[in-house]
Structure formats: C-alpha cells, structure tokens
C-alpha cells in the first residue's frame, strides 16, 4: 500500500514522520536516510561533539524505540538513487519505495574547496555530518596548526573549539569582516575581539591562494602571497541545496526545490521541506538554514499532506555557541539600514536592526531576555523605536508593551 515516503532523516523529514502519525495518518511511513545512524541534532557538531563533551545518544532527536512504536519504517544507510514519478515510486539501490505523496528533505552539503585549490587533500575537511566530524576528530591536538577557511559561523565555532583545545588557529576570510554577509558590524566586532582576545589569528580580506601538500596538506598560500605550515584544514564557505534528485526528476528549481505556501513542489504528489527547499515570503521567495525552520516546516507540510491548506509562515530563529557564549537570532536582517546597539546586563548586549522604523531582526549575545522580547515583538508583526530600544531606563521586557504594529509604523523600502 503506498503511503507517505520521506526522502532525508534529517531534522524536517524526521519531524514530519512524527507529525503526520501524531495526527492520525494511518498509511504506511518511510523514512529515508543516507546515514548509517538514526535521525540526530546537527548543531552540537561543530561544538560540544567535536569538543566530545556529547555523545551521539544524547543527540538523538528520539529514543531508538520512537520509530518501531510509531509505525516508521526507518531506513538508514540508504542513498535514493531515483524517483520515478509515472508510478510513484523512489529507488535506492536494489529497493524500491511506492508513495501516495512523497517528501523531500534531502537538507544541504557543504562546499567543497576545488580540486586546484588542494581540496582533495588528506587533512581538509568540512562539516556536514556525523562522519565529517569524527574523521577529523583526531586531528584535534594542542599546539597543532590548524586553518579555517571562511568566517562565517561554522567557521567561528570550530575556531573556538581549537583555541579551547590548545590549537595555534588560524582564521581567514576573503570579505573585508568576520560574518558580513549574516551580520551587522557591531556583530562581526564583538566577535572579532572575542577570538582575538582567545589567541585565535584572525586575518580578514584575506583569501585562500591554494592548500599545498603531497596527498597530504601541509601548508596554505594566502591571497597576498603569505605561506602558513598547517597540519590540517576546515573549510566553511557555505552550503548548497541538495537538489540533484529533484532535478533529475524534471521538478522546478528555484534557490532549492521550488514549493508553493504549502510546501506542494511542481508536481502535486511530491513536496518538499527544509533546507532544500524554496518557499513565498512577503512577496519573494526565500530559503531558510535552520533547526527552528526545519522543525516548524515539517510540521506544516505534515499538516497540508493530511488535508489542510496552511500557508508556511517562516518565524526565523538561529543561534551559535561559540566559548561561554551564546548567540541568538530572532528575525531575517536582509535589508537594514540602521542597527542600535543595546547593552544589558554583566556584559549581556544585542543588536536591533531596522529598515526604517520597521524591525527586522535582533541579535542577542548572553541575553536571553532580549531575545525573547525582539522574537515576540518580530513574530506579533509589531516594531519598537529605536529610541526605546537603547534607553537603559527602559526595561527590556517593557518594550513590548511599547511595541506597535507594523502597519502603523512610517517604514522606507
């Protein structure tokens, strides 16, 4: 009888698996994953499981027994070769998989540094999954000198993780500042320093020339012409969609696989959720990388395949841990164009970022207080004046009530 077969045992496939048997489907589920292990939380990777301070049973997004009990059928250490649209079914390897409504949730992978660039070189690495981490894991020795290509957040917490470990780390980023295509500058400064002051080498608008080695890397060219020794490297340059399968299914692709507000792809049998896939917002169409949107994505799309029609509204929220410190994200700050800067308490602060009156976004570092209040303000549609927001006299959880819809706000753009 086909059923309900999911594509990727990530955080969005894995919570629509739940959802759908939460709400009552009664057909048969499937759920795929390219992995060896059960569905696991990524975000401790890069942080508390390279520094294994976790292990991978505490990462587990369920006990082992959830999928039996619930009717599951997991699939692990698949790679779906196909999907075969004219009968409805998806091939990996020898197997094949009948569906009434198929889900994509392939996620994302990392780029890859080219071939000309050394990035087939033994000792290069990036961070994706499990497997990534523990292949490099080894690696991580004090006094070795370790390169990490890309200052965006991957790259700032597995420099935290050296420096915490005795490394000698270096840092390069080929844009003028650390997070610039993410944050504001107030952010990238704060965390500049914080790795400064915890001796990591930090060289920005400096790119990468080439890793050099033989089958082995043991150096790196920089942009202006500097050679560094390096015993290995981490390249953290981004991330892409997985989309070849969707592709090569004749599916629409636009930044990822193409959904209407329900998540429902071009073909009317076939969705899509999480990374992977593209989705309407506030007039565009837009892709989000995170735990929140895979979580909330999934449930909606679970939904919507049971029968209801609701929209996908993305509530965007991310965070980074990076030493003693937390990062939280409230808001998409694509657009700004002013940021006010609030300082609370023993070293707490955030970042507001605004176009026009309008809030857009805060980033909140050691303060969770603000975090809450700029998501609750961002997800009501309300603002806040900026000249409320760095009052020190005014207590952050007063600024809600100080908040007014957006509709009644002047905003530019």
């Known amino acids: ?66 999928w039996g009990d619930h009717g599951i059928n997991l699939k692990v250490g698949r790679n779906v070769t196909a999907i075969v649209r004219e009968g409805g079914t998806v091939r990996a390897g020898a197997e094949s998989f009948h569906y009434e409504h198929l889900v994509i949730a392939t996620g994302s992978s990392a780029r890859q540094l080219p071939e000309a660039q050394g990035g087939l070189l033994q000792g290069v690495y990036t961070i994706r999954n499990i497997a990534d981490v523990d292949a490099m894991a080894a690696e991580f020795r004090p006094d070795r000198k370790f390169l990490i290509v ?19 780390v270096t840092l390069i980023e080929t844009a003028p500042r650390i997070l610039q295509r993410v944050a504001a500058a107030e952010t990238s400064n704060f965390f500049r320093e914080l790795h400064l002051s915890n001796g990591v080498d930090i060289r920005e608008n400096t790119g990468l020339d080439r890793l050099v080695g033989t089958g082995r890397v043991s150096g790196a060219v920089l942009s202006d012409g500097t050679e560094l020794a390096v015993d290995f490297a981490i390249v953290g340059i981004g991330i892409m ?10 599916l629409v692709i636009e ?38 949107h895979a979580i909330h994505h999934g449930e909606v799309v679970a939904r919507n395949i049971l029968g209801t029609t609701q929209a996908y509204e993305a509530k ?19 657009g700004y164009d002013r940021v006010v800067e609030r300082t609370g308490e023993e070293g707490s602060r955030s970042i507001w970022y605004y176009r026009g009156d309008c809030l857009l ?16 303000i961002l997800e009501s549609r309300h603002t806040i004046s900026p000249e409320y927001v760095v009052d020190a006299a005014t207590d952050v959880k007063a600024l809600i009530s100080r908040a007014v819809p957006v509709s009644a706000a002047s905003t530019v753009g």
């Open 1 to 66: 009888m086909p059923g309900i077969v999911i594509i990727g045992a990530g955080q969005a496939g894995a919570s629509l698996a739940a959802e759908a048997r939460k709400l009552g489907y009664a057909g048969p589920i499937t759920l795929i994953g390219d992995e060896p292990v059960a569905p696991y939380q990524r975000p401790p990777l890069s942080k508390a499981y390279l520094l294994g301070q976790v292990g991978l049973d505490r990462m587990a997004l369920r006990a082992t027994s959830f």
């Open 150 to 168: 890309g200052g965006g957040y991957i790259g700032l917490e597995a420099a935290a993780v050296g420096a915490k470990l005795g490394l000698k």
């Open 241 to 250: 969609p997985r989309t070849q399968l969707a592709q090569e299914a004749d």
């Open 255 to 292: 930044n990822g696989i193409r959904t209407d507000a329900h998540g429902r792809t071009s073909d009317q049998h076939i969705w899509a959720v999480g990374d992977c896939a593209s989705f309407p917002h506030e007039g565009g169409r837009i892709r989000l990388e995170s735990v929140g």
């Open 316 to 334: 965007p929220w991310f965070w980074s841990d990076q030493y003693d410190l937390k990062l939280q994200i409230a808001g998409l700050n694509a």
């Open 361 to 376: 976004a805060v980033d909140a570092i050691n303060d969770a207080r603000a975090y809450m209040v700029g998501k609750r």
